[in-house]
C-alpha cells in the first residue's frame, strides 16, 4: 500500500523567512561590534604610540642637548688640554710632572723655553673655559659626575692662581688640587650611555621604554678622599 501526501507544509515554515532574517541581523550586531572593537583597540594604539613618540622625541632633545651643550664641547676642549699638556711633558726631565705644582715655585715658569712656557699659557687659558663651561652647563650632567667636575673645576682655578704666583709655594697644600683624570674615564662613560639610549629611541620611536638608568660608575673611577679640615 502506497501513502501520499497529505501536500501540507512543516509547521516552522512560515517562521523560517523570519528566522532567516534574524540571524542575519544578530550577524550583522557581531561583524558590527567586532569591527567596532577592532577600530577603537586601532585608534587607542594609534593613541599610544603617538604619545610614546612625542615623549621619545622629547628625550631626545634632552639627550641631545646634554651631548651638544656640555659633553662634547667639554671632552673636545679637554682633549686638545690633554695633547698640550703630552706635548709639554715630552720635553721635560720629569714625565710625571704636575703643572699645577710646579707653577707654585715662582722661579719655575720663568726657566722654561718660550715654546713651554706658551703651551702652559695656552693650557691655564683652556682650563678656564672649561671650569666656565662647568660653571655654566654641569646642570646638564649626571649627578654621579658632579663631584668630579667640582675638583676639576677648582684645579683650573688654582692653576690660574699659581701662575699668578697668587698662592705662594707650599706643593703640600695644593697636591690635593691636581687634576683628577678619573673625570676623563666618567665622561666617556657618561657619553656612551647617552649615545646608546639615543640609539635605543631611534630603533623604537613608537615603543615605550624604560627610564633611563642612572649613571653608575666603577669603584675603580672613585675620587679619593677630601682631607677633613681640621678642628680648633
Do not use: C
Request: no cysteine.
Amino acid at each position: 500500500m502506497v501513502l501520499q501526501s497529505s501536500g501540507a507544509s512543516p509547521w516552522w515554515s512560515p517562521l523560517l523567512p523570519a528566522l532567516l532574517a534574524l540571524a542575519g541581523a544578530l550577524l550583522g550586531v557581531i561583524a558590527s561590534q567586532w569591527t567596532t572593537r577592532r577600530t577603537i583597540e586601532a585608534g587607542r594604539r594609534n593613541v599610544e604610540d603617538a604619545v610614546n613618540q612625542k615623549a621619545n622625541e622629547m628625550e631626545l632633545v634632552d639627550l641631545r642637548a646634554r651631548l651638544e651643550g656640555f659633553y662634547g664641547p667639554y671632552q673636545q676642549l679637554s682633549e686638545e688640554n690633554r695633547l698640550l699638556a703630552e706635548e709639554f711633558r715630552s720635553r721635560q726631565s720629569d714625565s710625571e710632572i704636575r703643572t699645577l705644582l710646579k707653577l707654585l715655585d715662582p722661579h719655575w715658569f720663568p726657566r722654561l723655553s718660550k715654546a713651554d712656557q706658551t703651551i702652559v699659557e695656552e693650557i691655564i687659558r683652556n682650563g678656564l673655559v672649561l671650569r666656565d663651561l662647568i660653571r655654566a652647563k654641569s646642570g646638564l650632567a649626571d649627578p654621579a659626575a658632579l663631584p668630579y667636575l667640582a675638583r676639576a673645576g677648582t684645579h683650573f682655578t688654582l692653576l690660574n692662581l699659581a701662575k699668578a704666583g697668587a698662592l705662594g709655594n707650599d706643593p703640600d697644600r695644593f697636591a690635593v688640587y691636581v687634576y683628577p683624570h678619573q673625570l676623563d674615564e666618567v665622561l666617556r662613560a657618561e657619553t656612551e650611555r647617552l649615545k646608546g639610549r639615543i640609539n635605543l629611541l631611534r630603533s623604537a620611536p613608537a615603543q615605550a621604554h624604560r627610564p633611563l638608568e642612572p649613571l653608575v660608575l666603577p669603584e675603580a673611577l672613585a675620587l679619593p678622599p677630601w682631607p677633613e679640615s681640621p678642628r680648633s
